[in-house]
């Protein structure tokens, strides 16, 4: 059969679209991790208001499942996955220095004390920035700019309000961005 | 005056193939499978020929009690994907490559 230069260009370009399309595989990711940070956030506001001591105790529950969680799905997406794109392998390696990062921050929180959820919300603007411009989502990228803002606030207010932009953070950077990948998954697939 | 097109990728389920590989880090025999449409045997002989012509590399590994079979691209196989698809655009507007 002979072929046209269009039919191959165009089959060229289908093949390229169909091999980008795993991008959205990670919606779970965002949705676990912006609900759990998000909760546990809300949870210890409300308890702070009523000088409960145990203001902490939705952090202790949210991140070791949300961890759990992260380690199934990562588990099952190993399981599933035929090809590596990539800006998978350039998001992993983000991912990899966030989680770095982001642990250096929490170890040393006792001497960051106010100023480790400015500087946490601004890790999270840097991966959520750099996802969106990726993956060309423009949802993070506005997610991105609502967690640099929140950052830049939470430098100059108390620690319950801190709470409430972190939650604001997480909703708009992680969450709503996730379901919305989740949503282009479906129609995707 | 029109360059020759590659022979090697002047087929359609090569062309695929490479198509494939060029927008991925790399890819197992049964995701090139699923996207192809095309039989394993035919696959398995295509990969052979660019495998031959260094256009691809291709790993055989095992997934659990399974044998893998992985596939990417080269720098050769990426310099040969562009020279075909710059002649291809030669073929499409020869106004432009006068």
């Known amino acids: 059969m002979e072929n046209t230069p269009q039919q191959q260009l165009d089959l060229i370009a289908q093949m390229i679209k169909t091999a980008q399309r795993r991008f959205y595989d990670d919606s779970p990711f965002y949705i676990i991790w ?4 998000m909760i546990a956030s809300l949870i210890q506001y409300v308890l702070l208001l009523n000088h409960n001591e145990y203001n902490a105790i939705g952090w202790a529950i949210l991140i ?3 961890t759990l969680l992260q380690l199934v799905f990562i588990r099952k997406q190993q399981k599933k996955a035929t090809s590596k794109t990539h800006i998978e392998q350039v998001l992993n390696h983000m991912w990899f220095a966030f989680g770095i990062s982001l642990f250096i921050v929490l170890i040393n929180a006792n001497k ?3 100023n480790t959820y400015p ?3 601004c890790l999270y603007a840097i991966s959520t920035y750099i996802s969106g411009s990726a993956l060309k989502i423009s949802a993070f990228i506005v997610g991105s700019i609502i967690c640099w803002i929140a950052a830049a606030i939470a430098f100059f207010v108390s620690f319950e309000t801190q709470l409430l932009l972190l939650a604001a953070g997480v909703l708009f950077a992680y969450l709503i961005p ?6 282009l998954e ?3 697939a | 005056m029109f360059k020759e097109l590659d022979p090697l990728l002047h087929s359609q389920l090569r062309l695929a193939i490479i198509s494939l590989l060029i927008s991925v880090e790399e890819a197992e025999f049964s995701f ?13 002989v295509q990969l052979d020929k660019l495998q031959q012509a260094h256009y691809i590399k291709i790993e055989k590994s095992f997934k659990g009690k399974y044998p893998l079979t992985t596939c990417s691209i080269t720098q050769k196989g990426i310099k040969a994907f562009k020279d075909y698809t710059q002649t291809l655009q030669q073929y499409i507007q020869p106004t432009k490559n006068k």
């Open chain 1, 34 to 37: 912006g609900s759990a940070v």
């Open chain 1, 119 to 121: 500087v946490v919300l």
């Open chain 2, 32 to 44: 090139i499978k699923e996207k192809t449409n095309a039989s394993a045997g035919n696959i398995s």
């Open chain 1, 64 to 66: 070791p499942t949300a």
């Open chain 1, 178 to 183: 996730g379901i919305l990948l989740r949503k």
């Open chain 1, 112 to 114: 960051l004390q106010l």
């Open chain 1, 186 to 188: 479906k129609e995707a």
